[in-house]
C-alpha cells in the first residue's frame, strides 16, 4: 500500500496533467481548441445544421433551372453593420450563427420581396498565439482568430 502511495502522489499527478495540456496546446496549432468542448459542438453544428435553407420551395426550383442573373431574380447579400462582431448572433460564448447569403424575389406589382433561400454558417472564436504577416511588412501576434464552417450538401426547408 506504501508503494502505491508513491507512484501515485498528488504532484506526479499533477505533473503528468499539466504536460498534458501542454502537449494538447502545442499539437492543436499553439490554440487552445481541442481542450474545448465547444470546438467539438461547432463541428457538429457544421455538420448537421449548417447548409442552404429554402424557404419558398417553388421559387427556388425556378431560380435554379433559370439564369440567377435573370431580371426577376436578383441575389443580395444581407447588410452588415460595420463590426465583424456585430453581424454574429451569439449561440455561446465562442460559438455564433450567421445568416448569409439571402437570396430575394422582387414582385414588381406588389412593391414587396420575398426571400426564396439563405445559407447558415457557424463560427467559433479560437483562442491562441497566432504569427502572422511576412518579411515585407513585419510579423505580428493575435491572439484570436474566427473560424467559420458550411456544410454545402445540407439542404433544408424552411416550413412557416
Known sequence: MLKVKQIFTLKRILI?????????FFVGGCSFRLMDWQW?????????????YIV???LYEDMITHNLQDNKYT????EFSKTVYERYQSINSRIYKLDDRKYYYYD?????????????????KNYGIFLTGDEGRGFEMKSS???????RNNTFLVKE
Do not use: D, P
Not at 503528468?16 to 494538447?24: G, T, Y
Open 75 to 78: 441575389r443580395k447579400m444581407e
Open 108 to 124: 414588381m406589382t406588389k412593391n414587396k420581396s420575398y426571400v426564396v433561400s439563405f445559407e447558415r454558417n457557424f463560427a467559433y
Open 145 to 151: 482568430e474566427i473560424l467559420e464552417c458550411f456544410n
Open 56 to 58: 419558398n420551395k417553388e
Open 16 to 24: 503528468s496533467l499539466i504536460s498534458l495540456c501542454v502537449m494538447l
Open 40 to 52: 467539438y459542438q461547432v463541428k457538429n453544428l457544421c455538420k448537421n445544421e449548417s447548409g442552404i
